[in-house]
């Protein structure tokens, strides 16, 4: 299963970042080897609008079953959705962390979207 992780890094060490669309990038970590990348999202940071469709969309073309963030708007929320990708919010700490918080079955999928449209949060 692939796992994406909204990011400000680069790497497993870096801090989860607390936005979805507006995050630097997302680590897609796959669960079964062990392996990760990192998927740019430099396009969707100073987007006027539609970061949070952008960003879902280029997650779910990416594989990704989940996401692992710390908010997540309406419109992305529906775009995973609409994806079959479960999204897990109040995620913080490492990348790694959230990680681990994941495979030990800590974390729980949101039935929602965490903040309203436009709620100033960037996502």
């Known amino acids: ?11 497993l060490d870096a801090p989860v970042d607390p936005r979805f669309g507006r ?5 897609i970590y796959d669960t079964e080897s062990g392996q ?9 940071l100073a987007a ?6 952008q960003a879902a969309t280029a997650v779910v073309n990416a594989g990704a079953q989940a996401v692992l963030t710390g908010n997540c708007g309406p419109k992305a929320f529906r775009t995973l959705a609409a994806g079959k990708v479960a999204v897990y919010t109040d995620v913080s ?19 929602q979207a965490s903040v309203d449209a436009h709620s100033g949060i960037g996502l």
């Open 23 to 27: 995050a630097r990038s997302f680590v």
């Open 1 to 11: 299963m692939k796992i994406a992780i909204t990011t400000s890094g680069t790497d």
């Open 48 to 53: 006027a609008q539609g970061a949070g469709i």
């Open 93 to 111: 700490g490492s990348v790694r962390e959230a990680i681990e918080r994941f495979l030990s079955g800590t974390l729980q999928p949101a039935a």
């Open 36 to 44: 990760w990348s990192v998927l740019d999202n430099a396009q969707n």
